[in-house]
């Protein structure tokens, strides 16, 4: 599976972004999907994973209520629309797909820079 973000940019505090990620191959509904980030100087960290078919998603305290997720499993895609945006949501945004969440041993994007200016 090959993965590709896009859809940074630069952001005003309070301002919303919608990420896409563009997955390859047929077996793309059989993935569990996760969006991960790692700011400037910080480990990576978990953001949000959606299940297979869409219809759950466990996202991370601190973008609850702000981030929404989403999947097209028809068209491959995956979606991150985030609204109400903090500088401390500055990062590189990654796309990532595993079987049972399982991401080290997944697959990942090259990710895609948002930057939330103050």
């Known amino acids: 599976v090959q993965l590709v973000e896009s859809g940074g940019g630069l952001v005003q505090v309070g301002g919303s972004l919608r990420l896409s990620c563009a997955a390859s191959?047929?077996?793309?509904?059989?993935?569990?999907m996760g969006w991960f980030r790692q700011a400037p100087e910080k480990e990576r960290e978990f953001v949000a994973a959606?299940?297979?078919?869409?219809?759950?998603?466990y996202p991370t305290d601190s973008v609850k209520g702000r981030f929404t997720f989403s999947r097209d499993n028809a068209k491959n895609m995956v979606y991150l629309q985030m609204n109400s945006l903090k500088p401390e949501d500055t990062a590189v945004y990654y796309c990532?797909?595993?079987?049972?969440?399982?991401?080290?041993?997944?697959?990942w994007g090259q990710g895609t820079l948002v930057t939330v200016s103050s």
């Open positions: 959606i299940s297979r078919s869409g219809s759950k998603s």
């Open positions: 990532a797909a595993a079987y049972s969440s399982k991401w080290s041993s997944g697959y």
């Open positions: 191959g047929r077996t793309f509904s059989s993935y569990t």
